[in-house]
């Protein structure tokens, strides 16, 4: 299973910016069962969790941080999973992750940062200019 991100760069404080997170070496149908993450870390920080969404049954789980500005989404046929980033914020910015696996345990996940989750992509940065 590969994960790779794009979308990220450089965005003014209160604009918006969509990252995409391609997902290859799936069957088709284990695709469904999954849950897949987006991730964050800022220089000096620890990893956190932004927002993560159980393929089976769609239900979406954010951040508090972010809730009400960020959007998690999927194309199935496409099998991307995206992060609409709206009203963003200079603490926004961080290196972001995609995340997956093949367990239903979408709040731990978003709680722990991703820990215990088996793929993850190389990051996208984005920065946010004030």
């Known amino acids: 299973v590969q994960l790779v991100e794009s979308g990220g760069g450089l965005v003014q404080a209160g604009g918006s910016l969509r990252l995409s997170c391609a997902v290859s070496?799936?069957?088709?149908?284990?695709?469904?069962?999954?849950?897949i993450g987006w991730f964050r870390q800022a220089a000096g920080n620890e990893r956190e969790g932004v927002a993560c969404l159980s393929i089976s049954d769609g239900s979406t789980y954010y951040a508090d941080s972010v809730k009400g500005r960020f959007t998690i989404s999927r194309d199935n046929a496409k099998n991307t999973v995206y992060l609409q980033m709206d009203n963003v914020k200079p603490e926004d910015a961080a290196r972001y992750f995609c995340a997956a696996d093949h367990e239903a345990r979408t709040t731990f996940y978003l709680q722990m940062g991703g820990y215990g989750m088996d793929y993850w992509g190389k990051g996208t940065l984005v920065n946010i200019s004030s």
């Open positions: 070496g799936l069957i088709s149908d284990d695709w469904r069962e999954w849950t």
